[in-house]
T-cell receptor
Framework: DVKVTQSSRYLVKRTGEKVFLECVQD?????MFWYRQDPGLGLRLIYFSYDVKMKEKGDIPEGYSVSREKKERFSLILESASTNQTSMYLC??????????FGSGTRLTVV | DAKTTQPTSMDCAEGRAANLPCNHSTISGNEYVYWYRQIHSQGPQYIIH???NNETNEMASLIITEDRKSSTLILPHATLRDTAVYYCIVRAGGSQGNLIFGKGTKLSVKP
């Protein structure tokens, strides 16, 4: 089975800190995605990547950047964390038309 | 906006079949119907997808109407562990684009 692993399950950071969320998949998938999930708003796409060093903005990219230096790893970066970035962050990968595989999520709290 | 309509919530007795409906009246010819579920505090899990024909796997069956404007996900023998939010999503095959999650149906399986 494809595995998508997110480095942290829970994270607490201070306002203004630079935050890195790491995601690794083990099945050589080309496409990787970062979502955030908030109550009442559902899952919203932040960024996605369909190849190494390629990235595309999703619906809510402001305040975030991403890095994909290797095929298996897709990092989400909060340049200067703010309290409105407190959320559940979900990474996913996909190959072709098969279903997405999601990680377990990182619950980030910015204080 | 999501291109699907689902009931907000449903109940099902343990051991009975759970039938979750989804309307996608504006679906295009090249769009697949995907179903995911999300158990509390976990990432979404892929269940099944289909284009025109009915599909079955070890988790569920997907029935798509002949005009493709609606579909039903069937969990043949629901268990307490099937309690989750179920998302019905349409997405074009071969596209680089992302999944757009709506609000889904909260299925509660009761003993």
């Amino acid at each position: 089975d494809v595995k998508v692993t997110q480095s942290s399950r829970y994270l607490v950071k201070r306002t203004g800190e630079k935050v890195f969320l790491e995601c690794v998949q083990d099945m050589d998938h080309e496409n990787m995605f970062w979502y955030r999930q908030d109550p009442g708003l559902g899952l919203r796409l932040i960024y996605f990547s369909y190849d190494v060093k390629m990235k595309e903005k999703g619906d809510i990219p402001e305040g975030y950047s991403v890095s994909r230096e290797k095929k298996e790893r897709f990092s989400l970066i909060l340049e200067s964390a703010s309290t409105n970035q407190t959320s559940m962050y979900l990474c996913a990968s996909r190959q072709g038309d098969y279903g997405y595989t999601f990680g377990s999520g990182t619950r980030l709290t910015v204080v | 906006d999501a291109k699907t309509t689902q009931p907000t919530s449903m109940d099902c007795a343990e051991g009975r079949a759970a039938n979750l409906p989804c309307n996608h009246s504006t679906i295009s010819g090249n769009e697949y119907v995907y179903w995911y579920r999300q158990i509390h505090s976990q990432g979404p899990q892929y269940i099944i997808h289909g284009l025109k024909n009915n599909e079955t796997n070890e988790m569920a069956s997907l029935i798509i109407t002949e005009d493709r404007k609606s579909s039903t996900l069937i969990l043949p023998h629901a268990t307490l562990r099937d309690t989750a939010v179920y998302y019905c999503i349409v997405r074009a095959g071969g596209s680089q684009g992302n999944l757009i999650f709506g609000k889904g149906t909260k299925l509660s399986v009761k003993p």
